[in-house]
């Protein structure tokens, strides 16, 4: 298993990025998929989920200027920033869910991070 | 919606026994993971109280009403790392983190 971001960079204030989350080794829509950030000097900071089924949900503080999608044809998820501001600054990890057991999910697998930096 | 309090650093000497408290959660389990300096988080614990595969039993975690401990017996200088405690919180559909506490090996 191996997740692969890629697409941060440095962006202005108001603009967007595309991030995207290469995986091999298993199949994005089977598992739970998040994106996790973590602010330079910070601590980690749930930003979104997608179902197997389809169903994404966000943390307030990025719902409605980020979107989280994947293209199964790819094995890849995507997480749209739109909107971005500077509290978005930070490093941008792809993680996958597993079942350890009936009823707790855990992160198993994490990318590498992209770091998207939102600067005028 | 569940809010994860830590310390926000702990300490101790080489084969000490050192705790890092969460509390705050709900119902749910927690789950901890330690980020070693400019690395992607790893799962160290998991429902409360289960190690990974590959994961000493130096590390141990518990778990009392709203309370959850991650407790690092033997330490090590390879344990310096921050260590997060995290659970799913139904209400947000979402993961909350806790802060985050950095450990130092004297």
């Known amino acids: 298993v191996q997740l692969v971001e890629s697409g941060g960079g440095l962006v202005q204030p108001g603009g967007s990025l595309r991030l995207s989350c290469a995986a091999s080794g298993f199949t994005v829509k089977i598992n739970y998929m998040s994106w996790v950030r973590q602010a330079p000097g910070k601590g980690l900071e749930w930003v979104s989920i997608?179902?197997?089924?389809?169903?994404?949900y966000y943390a307030d503080s990025v719902k409605g200027r980020f979107t989280i999608s994947r293209d199964t044809s790819k094995n890849t998820l995507y997480l749209q920033m739109n909107g971005l501001r500077g509290e978005d600054t930070g490093i941008y990890y792809c993680a996958r869910e597993e079942y350890y057991d009936r009823e707790t999910r855990v992160f198993d697998y994490w990318g590498q991070g992209a770091l998207v930096t939102v600067s005028a | 919606q569940s809010v994860l309090t830590q310390p926000p650093s702990a300490s101790g000497t080489p084969g000490q026994r050192v705790t890092i408290s969460c509390s705050g959660g709900?119902?749910?389990?927690v789950n901890w993971y330690h980020q070693l300096s400019g690395t992607a988080p790893k799962l160290l614990i998991y429902s409360n109280t289960q190690r990974p595969s590959g994961v000493p039993d130096r590390f141990s975690g518990s778990k009392s009403g709203t309370s959850a401990s991650l407790a690092i017996s033997g330490l090590q200088s390879e344990d310096e790392a921050d260590y997060y405690c995290?659970?799913?919180?139904?209400?947000?559909?979402?993961?909350?983190f806790g802060g985050g506490t950095k450990l130092t090996v004297l």
């Open positions: 997608i179902y197997s089924g389809g169903d994404t």
């Open positions: 995290a659970t799913w919180d139904d209400s947000l559909n979402g993961w909350v």
């Open positions: 709900g119902g749910n389990t």
